[in-house]
């Protein structure tokens, strides 16, 4: 039976080509009826999933071809879900390496590559995109082997096969010159003749590590992993083995398999298959379940540590509870507890103040997805700026750095540059493109923070970067990201467009007339480096005299609207996001003036004493 099952992992970098892959993998193994619909990014869930267009939670189906089952689990492309990549590598026992045709192999392609290669993986490299302007398979071809040679894949895994295609046009082959492009069946024989069939011991009592977390509507929470050894089926009793060292006994309420779009039930969960056992009220990934008490737990897969950190608070502000329905410390706590049982690369400790809690990862972009989450399930919240993890190394502070890589249009290079100057970065290497310009440099993870939006600015758009851990490092000094100061209401009320008229000549507006603000809520941007108090809930007093009229033809430029993602970098340290499900806020963390100068000159005082 195990000969028969193929377990297979698809990753990449981001927008390189997994998740249409999949589909098409899924319309060639016979996963539609024909009076099915064909669901296009069928493993694209999650809202937040197909409105960003990026994977973000890894997620596993299979396919039924030539008498063969294949599991296959796609992955998130982006660097802040690499915990969620690192994860699934002990349920498989080969990897799709999908890189584009033009852009050859990025940051992401190199960090999971090397978390394959390092468990030992069979991997497929996938040369995608070959119908796009200017691809270049051969030089992939050339590239993806350099990149083997410098993560050390063993000789088996340097001759791993190559294919070439189109997913979106639904054919791959292995020599573009001679073979037919017609479908995908090359790609699915060569998984059959590339990928191992799994280690597992059928003879021997049942053993799996859960490497995954699912939730049913009838049976609630399901682990999921690859059955290592042994069988079970619905009914019996099995031992969930903990982390720290107890031991609980469940049974077995039901079995699952996973399709093209849906889990089914199974009668049985085999060894070297994929599956979801539920029964237990409470299991986290990485725990094991072995039929005998007796078990050794299995090992689980290092995680990399998080590099930044995060506040989350209770929303205190004077329109707190008006929007959201979970507003207490007490929720926010249980959503984040919640949180970090099914995903393993957030870490949540309480802060030195009530109700505040620190939430630490790999990315802003992880956090965001996870405000954002919140804010769709009615939480309201307060979300601070992001702020590396630093460490102590043989009594020097350091901090971490990462390669960043830049592609920008030629007039945008000299911008560029000086950005990356002026938040200390360092250039390493420089080149060109059929698309301009190309950067590979050394920044601290502060200096990232923001830099996307700022490179989107120099260049129209047309910037692209990507980012990835590399080292631990003495810290930098200090690096300023924003130029610019703060407009802040000094009233609570609903804007005015008489009293926005002068303010829009001291800067960028953040809100429109007719929007309730209240003290402290920061309503602009100004453009030199100090903040500007403003009152924009002025009303135009009435007078027995008649007006010219000249008041209705003033027009106000739209306002700054700021994404989630973008308000959370662009604050300050003494500024939050306020974040509700249908308003974003930008406030100062102290709302009153007069409290606000009183601690300034308080820390003034203290910074003159040291």
Known sequence: MTDKIRNIAIIAHVDHGKTTLVDKLLEAGGAYAEHQQVTE??????????????????????????????????????????????????????????????????????????????????????????????ARPSEVRDMVLELFLDLEASEEQFEAPFFYGSAKNGFFVGNLEEDEQKDMTPLLQGIIDSVPAPEAKAEEP?????????????????????????????????????????????????????????????????????????????????????????????????????????????????????????????????????????????????????????????????????????????????????????????DKLMEPFETLYVECPDDALGGVMKSLATRKGRVDNMGTNAHGATLEATISTRGIIGFEFELLNLSSGHGIMSHLFKEYAPHCGEIVTRKTGALISMATGTAMQYSLVPITERGKLFIAPGEEVYEGQIIGENPRLVDLSVNPVKEKALTNHRSAGKDNTVTLPPPLEMGLERAIEYINGDELVEATPNFLRIRKRVLCPNERKRAERQSKSVEANV
Not at 297 to 305: C, E, K, S, T, Y
Not at 352 to 378: D, H, K, P, W, Y
């Open 206 to 394: 049942f053993r799996m590590l859960v490497s995954n977390i699912d939730w049913d509507n009838y049976v609630g929470r399901v682990a999921l992993g690859k059955v290592l050894s042994g069988q079970v089926q619905k009914g019996d009793n099995v031992w969930l083995l903990r982390k720290d060292g107890t031991k609980v006994r469940s049974k077995i309420t039901r079995v699952f398999e996973y399709g093209a779009s849906a889990s089914e039930d199974s009668a049985i969960a085999a060894a070297g298959n994929i599956v979801g056992i539920s029964g237990f009220e409470d299991i986290d990934i990485g725990e094991t379940l072995a039929l005998e008490e007796k078990a050794e737990a299995l090992p689980f897969v290092n995680i990399d540590p998080p590099t930044i950190t995060m506040q989350f608070s209770i929303n205190n502000g004077p329109f707190a509870g008006r929007d959201g329905k979970h507003v207490t410390s007490r929720a926010i706590r249980e959503r984040l507890d919640r949180e970090i049982k099914t995903n393993i690369s957030i870490e949540v400790s309480d802060a030195e103040q009530a109700g505040v809690f620190n939430v630490s990862a790999r990315g802003a972009m992880q956090i965001a997805v996870l405000v954002e989450t919140m804010r769709r399930e009615g939480f309201e919240l307060l979300v601070s700026r992001p702020s590396v993890i630093t460490k102590r190394i043989d």
């Open 41 to 134: 990014r069928a493993m694209d869930s999650m809202d937040l999933e197909k409105e960003k267009g990026i994977t973000i939670k890894s997620k596993n189906t299979s396919i039924h071809w030539k008498d063969h089952t294949i599991n296959i689990i796609d992955t998130p492309g982006h660097a802040d879900f690499g915990g969620e990549v690192e994860r699934v590598m002990k349920m498989v026992d080969g990897v799709f390496l999908v890189v584009d045709a033009y852009e050859g192999p990025q940051a992401q392609t190199r960090f999971v590559l090397k978390k394959a290669l390092a468990e030992g993986l069979h991997p497929i490299v996938v040369v995608n995109k070959v119908d796009r302007d200017f």
